[in-house]
């Protein structure tokens, strides 16, 4: 019986599995293509492995410059989103008052709202305050907006700690600062690789608040310089260049998520559904 | 206590004040901005705003577009909840139940499409659908069904089942893990019991593992639900701008083009609004809908 229902399963898991990855060799394969070839036969594998269209997508379509500005703004958000959380996570664990429940209601009631709502003036504040084009403020905006988040993950790890460690710690003196950074936060290790995983990746990937606070092109991050090209691409059939400019976009995630896939999983399943 | 209470409060103050002021800054300013932005007829650029009351709500309320564009929000929610919970909970059961040997291949890869960016996805299925390069016209070709070769994201009944494909596409990964975190934790013993009482695969379906994982089905259509809502618009955006005429505009979309296309910023906060409305009103329903006593096992 079990025997026969796998070998029925397997066929819909098979066809999703190549659902999903035909469109992602389709795009690897079209990097390495001509345009001649792209249009004559797409499906077959590319004539020769040159570098040209991700030489050119680098260097002629800005994606190397918009890669590393991605990956300034995604280490510096993932960075500042700690150390806003981390704190506020462990006192609102730790202490529990009538004030501290509001607090953490009004942080999860906002991630209910849509971001969207709050664009226009945030534009506007962040033109008053001379801030708009600027990837410092992008990643501070970014690690706000996913404080709430982080905060609703790590309060579960914190609540984990036992207490017995903080009191015995507190009894030899060590100051409260002491006891949240150099007995709490390596603690809550596990967690904070989980949470900012998540949150390097959504950084790396986040498309709209980049195209509306960032105006420059020698600014722009990823998602906003992948636009552009396609734009231009469409214009010129530079297909091949499109297509390698997508790679270059998405390879650095899938080997982040494959080498830490396994604590994703882990802290998904330990701490989020909990 | 080793501490005095004003080194206590200083300490909170530390962890909770800059962190908050922050948040009221760059988040709750913003939302309750965005309110405040929609009583005013506004071009951003000169300082002239004007007061004009609930103004840009009646005009929203004559706006042929935001119907079309509620209608597309809902079509997305309703086939991304049914499509996206049907082929997860299926994976959900089938990579954790029958003891394939290669399931954690398939976990892997059915995750990829949730770490590419949306922009990324929307470029490439755009490209997929593509007349004259793109995959799905080539193989309807080459099985020799020509007469469905279309533009599919330039024909106004195609596209929305088009744009919602890839939404499904990258949605699955996901939830599929949520539930399978549901369900590794549901006791063997049911399903031990069940087998001696001689319960099919699909019984024990129905009145074991759906019961046990309601919590992780409900939250994971609640969580489809808020995200379509709140942000189905990257990928409409990106594939399609809304187009070919308003067919395929939603909400998010909308507000975009009126406000940092066409500079009418008191009418895209407005649309801002109502996409608050519609979703705290969507979610509020579906939750009573979804309600449903808790099983203890």
Redesign the interface.
């Known amino acids: 019986?079990?025997a026969f229902?796998?070998i029925i399963?397997?066929i819909?898991?098979l066809l999703?599995?190549m659902?999903?990855?035909?469109?992602?060799v389709?795009?690897f394969m079209g990097a390495f293509k001509t345009n001649a070839e792209?249009?004559s036969s797409?499906?077959a594998l590319p004539q020769s492995f040159n570098f040209s269209n991700f030489e050119r997508a680098w260097n002629d379509f800005n994606i190397g410059r918009a890669f590393l500005n991605s990956f300034f703004v995604t280490v510096l958000g993932s960075v500042l989103t700690l150390l806003?959380?981390i704190?506020?996570a462990?006192?609102?664990e730790r202490?529990r008052s009538k004030m501290g429940e509001v607090?953490i209601n009004v942080?999860l009631a906002?991630m209910?709202?849509?971001?969207?709502?709050?664009?226009?003036?945030?534009?506007?504040?962040l033109m008053k305050l001379n801030l708009l084009d600027n990837l410092w403020a992008l990643s501070?905006?970014y690690a706000?907006?996913h404080?709430p988040f982080t905060i609703f993950i790590l309060i579960g790890f914190i609540g984990n700690i036992p207490k017995e460690l903080e009191e015995a710690a507190?009894?030899d003196?060590m100051?409260?600062?002491g006891i949240?950074f150099k007995i709490v936060t390596p603690l809550i290790k596990s967690g904070i690789m989980t949470v900012t995983i998540l949150n390097a990746?959504s950084y790396?990937?986040?498309?709209?608040m980049a195209l509306?606070l960032l105006q420059t092109e020698s600014k722009t991050t990823?998602?906003v310089a992948?636009?552009l090209l396609?734009t231009k691409a469409q214009y010129e059939s530079a297909?091949g260049v499109?297509f390698a400019g997508?790679c270059i976009?998405?390879v650095p995630?899938?080997i982040?998520?494959?080498i830490f896939?396994r604590s994703i999983?882990k802290g998904?399943?330990e701490g989020a559904?909990k | 206590m080793?501490?005095t209470s004003k080194?206590?409060y200083l300490?909170?103050a530390?962890?909770?004040l800059?962190?908050?002021l922050?948040?009221l800054?760059?988040?709750?300013?913003?939302?309750l901005?965005?309110?405040?932005?929609s009583f005013f007829e506004w071009s951003?650029t000169s300082s002239v705003k004007t007061f004009i009351g609930l103004d840009n709500y009646v005009k929203l309320w004559n706006d042929s577009v935001i119907k079309k564009a509620i209608f597309n929000d809902f079509f997305f929610v309703f086939v991304k909840v049914i499509g996206i919970m049907t082929?997860s909970l299926?994976?959900a059961v089938?990579?954790t139940q029958?003891?394939?040997k290669e399931a954690p291949?398939?976990?892997?890869?059915?995750?990829?499409?949730n770490?590419?960016?949306?922009?990324?996805i929307g470029?490439?299925?755009?490209?997929?659908y593509d007349p004259?390069?793109?995959?799905v016209n080539?193989f309807l070709t080459?099985v020799g069904l020509t007469e469905w070769v279309r533009p599919w994201l330039g024909d106004m009944t195609w596209v929305l089942p088009s744009i919602a494909i890839p939404a499904i596409?990258a949605g699955?990964g996901l939830f599929m893990?949520?539930l399978?975190?549901?369900i590794?934790n549901v006791p063997k013993s049911l399903y031990e019991a069940a087998d001696i009482d001689g319960a099919s695969?699909w019984q024990q379906f129905w009145r074991i593992t759906v019961p046990l994982i309601w919590p992780?089905i409900k939250t994971s259509i609640l969580y489809i639900i808020?995200t379509s809502?709140?942000g189905s618009?990257?990928l409409v955006?990106?594939m399609t701008g809304g187009g070919p005429g308003s067919a395929s505009e939603v909400m998010?979309s909308y507000?975009?083009q009126r406000?940092?296309e066409d500079f009418q910023?008191g009418y895209?906060?407005a649309i801002?609004?109502l996409?608050?409305v519609v979703?705290?009103v969507t979610?509020l329903i579906s939750q009573f809908i979804l309600k449903k006593e808790k099983v203890e096992y």
């Open positions: 019986m079990k229902s796998q399963v397997r819909p898991l999703w599995a659902i999903v990855i035909l469109p992602l389709w795009m792209i249009f797409p499906w806003l959380s704190p506020t462990y006192a609102l202490i607090l942080y906002s209910m709202i849509p971001a969207v709502l709050g664009w226009i003036p945030l534009f506007f504040l501070l905006v706000i907006s404080v507190m009894v003196g100051s409260p600062y949240l990746i790396w990937n986040e498309f709209f509306i990823l998602g992948m636009n396609k297909w499109l997508l976009a998405v995630v899938i982040f998520y494959t896939q999983v998904m399943t559904i | 080793a501490h080194q206590r300490f909170l530390f962890c909770l800059p962190t908050f922050l948040f800054v760059f988040t709750v300013y913003p939302m901005g965005g309110l405040y932005y951003g082929l299926f994976f089938a990579l029958l003891r394939i291949f398939y976990r892997i890869v059915f995750f990829f499409p770490i590419m960016s949306v922009v990324v470029i490439l299925w755009q490209f997929i004259s390069i793109g995959l080539s080459k596409w699955i893990l949520l399978m975190g549901g590794s695969e992780q808020i809502l709140n618009f990257v955006q990106v998010g507000l975009y406000a940092f910023f895209g906060a801002g609004v996409i608050l979703a705290l979610v």
